[in-house]
Nanobody, 115 residues
Framework: QVRLVESGGGLVQPGGSLRLSCAAS????????MGWYRQAPGKQRELVAT???????NYDDSVKGRFTISRDNAKNTLYLQMNNLKPEDTAVYYC?????????WGQGTQVTVSS
């Protein structure tokens, strides 16, 4: 059974940092395209960043230069380092794993940026 479990969310002041983690089980992690998405209240879920099995990464323009996605294939874990957080980054952040016809999601972790 595939499980994606996010952690690391919380409340942070503008300009602060958080590191999200996503622990994956039940999949051959190193063969999957992994990603972080977010959904703010009243808005659609949107892409934040993706990382290929090779380690090649892509980012939404809104987070470029502030967020860094990474993966540790030995630990089956995906990370998102978020720096210089802004109030508009407030959302539930979801981990995603994708390969062929499989497209799986974690339960999400709340990130709130507020003073």
């Amino acid at each position: 059974q595939v499980r994606l479990v996010e952690s690391g969310g919380g409340l942070v002041q503008p300009g602060g940092s958080l590191r999200l983690s996503c622990a994956a089980s039940g999949i051959s992690f190193n063969g999957y395209i992994m990603g972080w998405y977010r959904q703010a209240p009243g808005k659609q879920r949107e892409l934040v960043a993706t990382i290929m099995p090779s380690g090649s990464a892509n980012y939404d323009d809104s987070v470029k230069g502030r967020f860094t996605i990474s993966r540790d294939n030995a630990k089956n874990t995906l990370y998102l380092q978020m720096n210089n957080l802004k109030p508009e980054d407030t959302a539930v952040y979801y981990c995603n794993a994708r390969r062929f016809s499989y497209n799986g999601w974690g339960q999400g972790t709340q990130v709130t940026v507020s003073s």
